[in-house]
Every structure is written in structure tokens, then in C-alpha cells.
């Protein structure tokens, strides 16, 4: 793409390349782009949550027409039969939560059917013992990861192995830790920016972390007894130590907008905020309040355990911010943990090292825009950025750096509504009356990220010139968007594209 050839950019900050003579695979260039463009807990994305996010101050979903009410609870309870099963496979409830939303004291109970968790053709008897199922299975990986980390430990004298404790700051070496890619030629550095795979990154002594050995709990995530002859596959000690550092400090740097939603939470003691942090082995921990302490302890102990189930794909930054939000919602850390692993199901592309399923995004967001507007398009030509890198975070993590905690949320659960409808089969033909006869989709994000640029096309073809002002116009997007407008205006891109994108895919135009 021609973004990933730009030679030089208008930014001071920018970074540059060695000898030119390197000529780096495409996929360790997406890589290294990665690691320069998504922004990791810097003060201006936490001040972009500080805005209250009360549903009360949010506008009305579908802009054009009057409000509808989510679901609400005796909604809620009348779409079930006497033996616990949805009504019509689950189509009423997915309508309704696509054009409305959900209470916000059901998303516990509401999310893993979204999520893929449980089928929506479950009774509750099925639920109940999938669940004692999974909960089995989400110990094992946390005595797994105990495990590794008392291995970890013990042949190292206490460090687990792979920690750089050479350099300064987990800001400080982003581009040295990839020389393997520097050659890539000069990007802008966006302020506050830093993040990298974490299989090559190298952070601080505050990342050395250690196994709690001897601290025993009741909390499935905080400890778990040994048990020798249990076993779960994980690519080499040295990856889960790698990723573990990295889960750590991202953990720790992790906002707090998620934490209020639950008052018990938001209340924790520093008893227990202390005692869990210890279980998970956190460093550097005592600036924080005891609400993000056990936040970050949380976060610690689900990372790691989808690290192990997902030995692929492992631990990347940037999943932290879509687990932050699921936990807010959710207490118990094992059904946190496999809504997380649904959620990640399709979110997991994001985070493959070839980049295919970044790429495909991005092109599909680059084709939405050029059919709907052939004249913003040709602009984004002339600056040679209609391969629409500038969204690149927006995709990676689902908009959540752009919208508030309670907006995120409302956006994730439309678009698990439409993930659920495919998995479940649902037929265009029971969406006629909704929406503007939108069909669902899966690719329900690239359609609002191709809103958000378009709701701008004024500014950026009269004003901005270059690839490095979109970014900063995309990145200013954060805390300004009205998220039932975007929601809005991407169904009619959907109502108007779908069909005509779904042709281009088949015929390779949209790779």
C-alpha cells in the first residue's frame, strides 16, 4: 500500500529508517506500523472517557425517528418459553437489541447469548451445565498459568525469563525493539503513541513480575491449587513470560472509565486490591487507587489465561481495552473470560502478525468510501491515502479509543447482535422491517468507522493536505462522535453498499 511506502512526512517527530537498502517483508511493515500507531494509556485517551457516560445524555439511537427503549427486563423475561428458550431462535431479541439496545442491569446475563456463549437455541438447564463446563475449563488454564510461571520462576531465581530490565521507561525503545523491521521508511509518530507485538518488545524493570506462590483464595482469578498432570498447550515458556510482562503493564495502565459501572467493584477494599495483586505477581502498584488496583489484577489473570487458550495469537496490546469493558460489566472472571474468547473470536484477525485481517478491514473501509463518495475518494488518492491507514485504530480496537465507555458499549452490542444473526442463520428476509431493511453483517464496524470518515469529507477535502492531518483529524474523533448517528448512518451505507460489497469481496477487489 502506499501508505507503507511514504518516504517522508510533515511531522517533527517522525521516525526515521536506516539505509534504504533493507527492503522489509510487507508483514513485518504492518508490524512496525502497529507499534507506532496505537495509542497505550496516554493522558489524552483517559481524559476522552472523564465525560460522564450516562445513557440519559446520549442521543437518540436512530437520529431520524423517535427513540425506541432497550430491552428491558420484563422484555427481557417474556422471550423465554417455560423451559428456558428463546423465542424464534432468538430473532425478536436480536431485532430488538440491534435498534434499541440493552438495559444496562441485563448486559450480564444478556451478553454471553450476544456472544456466542450460549446457542440461542439453548434451554436453561443446558446453560447451566455448559456453564459449570466452562468455569472447570477456565481453572484449568489459571493452574496452567501458574504452573508456568512457578517454572518460570524457579529457573530464574525468581524473574521469569525474557525481562529486559535494561531500559527506562515501557515508552522508551518502541522503534529499537524492532530493528528487525526498521527499515521501514519514515511515519509519523503520533503523540502519546506506543505499542508493540509483544513477542520483540522491551519495557521496564517494572514489568518483572512474580508468581504468588503461597497465597491461597477462594476467587477462581486470584488462585488456583496445582495440580501436576493437567496440561495446556502454550508455544514455549518464553512466549507466556513475554506476554505475561506485557499483560502487566498494560494492566496497570489501563483507564479506569469501566470501573464505576459496578459499585461493588468501584468500592473494593485495599485489603483485597492488595491481596489480589499479589496473587497475579503485579509490580509498581502503589500509586494507584484500590479500585484500579483489582482492576488491574482482573485483567492480569483473564489476559493470561486467553493467552494460553489462544497459543496463536497469544497476547497483543490493544486487547486489554477490549477486555476493560467486558469486565466492567461482568464479576465473575470465567464468564468474563469466555465472553472475551467470543468476542475475540472475530476481533482476534486484528491481531494476526501477517496483518490479512487488518488489511481486508481496511480495504473494505477503503471501498465503502469510494463507492459512496467517488469525489472525497479521489482526494484521498491525491494524498495517497485511499489504502485508509488512518483508521487503522479505529479497527484494531473497535473504536474503542474513540467513543465513551457507555457508547462503546452500545456500538459493540448492535454489532454482536448482527454476528449473532449470521451464527444463528437468521435470513435477511426477517430484517425486512427493521432498519431501514438492512441486512445484519459481520462487518458492521468498517461500516461506521466508513461513517465517521464520511461525516467529515467537508473538512478533510478542503482543509487537511496530507496523510498526518487525517490522522489527527481521526484522533480528535475521540469524546466528539455521537454514536446512535454513527449507528445511523452506517446501516444506510449498508441498506445502499451491502450487496455491491459483498461482490466486490467475491471478485477479489476487497482482499
Known sequence: MKALRRSQT???????????????????????????????????????????????????????????????PLQWRSLFTPDGKLRDGGSKFLKKVRSAGIDPSLRAEVWPFLLGVYDLNSSKEERETLRSKKRKEYEKLRRR???????????????SPCFNQETDSPYSDTVSAR????????????????????????????????????????????????????????????????WQRIIRLDAIRANEDGITYSPERANVSPESANVAAETVGLKDYNHLEPRRIFQAARLTAILEAYALYDGEIGYCQGMSDLLSPIIGVIEDDHDAFWCFVGFMRKARHNYRLDEVG??????????????????????????????????????????????????????????????????????????????????????????????????????????????????????????????????????????????????????????
Open 358 to 511: 487488518i488489511r481486508r478491514q481496511l480495504n473494505i473501509v477503503s471501498t465503502i468510501i469510494k463507492r459512496k463518495d467517488s469525489h472525497l475518494y479521489k482526494h484521498l488518492e491525491k494524498l495517497e491515502a485511499e489504502d485508509c491507514f488512518f483508521v487503522y485504530r479505529m479497527v484494531l480496537v473497535l473504536f474503542r479509543r474513540e467513543l465513551t465507555f457507555e457508547q462503546t458499549i452500545c456500538l459493540w452490542e448492535v454489532m454482536w447482535a448482527d454476528q449473532a444473526a449470521i451464527r444463528a442463520g437468521i435470513g435477511e428476509s426477517a430484517w425486512s422491517r427493521i432498519r431501514q431493511r438492512a441486512p445484519p453483517t459481520d462487518d458492521l464496524l468498517l461500516y461506521a468507522i466508513a461513517a465517521s470518515v464520511l461525516q467529515r469529507r467537508k473538512q478533510i477535502i478542503e482543509r487537511y493536505m496530507s496523510m498526518d492531518e487525517i490522522i489527527r483529524e481521526c484522533n480528535s474523533m475521540a469524546g466528539h462522535l455521537d454514536v446512535w448517528k454513527l449507528l445511523d448512518d452506517a446501516h444506510d451505507l449498508v441498506v445502499t453498499l451491502h450487496d455491491k460489497i459483498e461482490e466486490d469481496m467475491t471478485n477479489g477487489l476487497c482482499k
Open 179 to 242: 530493528e528487525s523491521v526498521s527499515s521501514v521508511e519514515k511515519i509519523q509518530y503520533l503523540e502519546g503513541d506506543s505499542c508493540s507485538r509483544c513477542n520483540n518488545n522491551t519495557d521496564s524493570d517494572s514489568s518483572v513480575s512474580d508468581s504468588s506462590d503461597d497465597i491461597g483464595l477462594k476467587n477462581t482469578f486470584l488462585f488456583i491449587e496445582f495440580q501436576e498432570d493437567e496440561h495446556y498447550p502454550c508455544n514455549s515458556n518464553e512466549d507466556f513470560s513475554t
Open 10 to 72: 510533515s511531522s517533527s517527530t517522525s521516525i526515521s529508517s536506516p539505509s534504504s537498502s533493507s527492503s522489509p517483508s510487507s508483514s513485518s511493515s504492518w508490524i512496525h506500523l502497529r507499534s507506532v500507531l496505537l495509542v497505550v494509556a496516554s493522558s489524552s485517551s483517559t481524559s476522552s472517557y472523564s465525560s460522564s457516560s450516562d445513557r440519559s445524555h446520549l442521543k437518540s439511537p436512530w437520529s431520524r425517528r423517535k427513540r425506541k427503549t432497550p430491552l428491558s
Open 145 to 159: 498459568c501458574q504452573k508456568l510461571l512457578k517454572v518460570g520462576k524457579e529457573s530464574n531465581n525468581g524473574d
